[in-house]
């Protein structure tokens, strides 16, 4: 009985810790770039190498999508790489409107270069897809997405940008799951192209 007792204690505490991550999540939304909202503009690294990729470059030329994966929380996430996979699975579609999906990979900069190209393994992102690294966290940061939880970096997030920098679309999961799928981001992208 006083396992028992253990058990629903834990389990209790675990509920009521993944309600407070997802109040803070809310929080982290109403903070973040919202729509009709210009982003902050970054230059970050490229996985694999040391070319710089800058947002506001990519955006002169058409609408871009922004998704910030979850980085190296102590682990690869899993719901990252299916993520990616569902987006290269439909990533004709998305280039027809999209000039550039950039997906932003977080943490901490002393072994991020290393964790980016371990999650890459084989590999190969097709255009217009590229992966860029996050050091420490800066664009998180200042965009307002930091999961600020033990083994947490980022909340997993899409934005898709229209050529003046502007939040044309946003989701913000509040969990691990809870994110973009391709056919939002080809909706998403859709109603840009109709208003054009």
Known sequence: ??????IVCLSLLSVLNIGRVSV?????AKSAPDVGQKVADFDLPIVGGDQML???DQYAEGPVVVIVLRGFPGYQCPLCSRQIGALTNRIKTI???AKRVILVYPGPASMLDDHATD????RKLPAPIVMVRDPDMEMVNRWGLRWNAPR????PATYVINSDGEVAWRLIS????????ATDIIKALDKIESTN
């Open 1 to 6: 009985m006083s396992s028992f007792r253990v």
């Open 24 to 28: 803070s999540a809310k929080e982290v």
């Open 54 to 56: 800058k947002l506001s």
């Open 95 to 97: 280039a027809k409107t």
């Open 119 to 122: 999650f890459m393994g084989s």
């Open 152 to 155: 947490e970096t980022a909340y």
């Open 174 to 181: 509040d969990s691990h799951g809870g994110r973009s799928t």
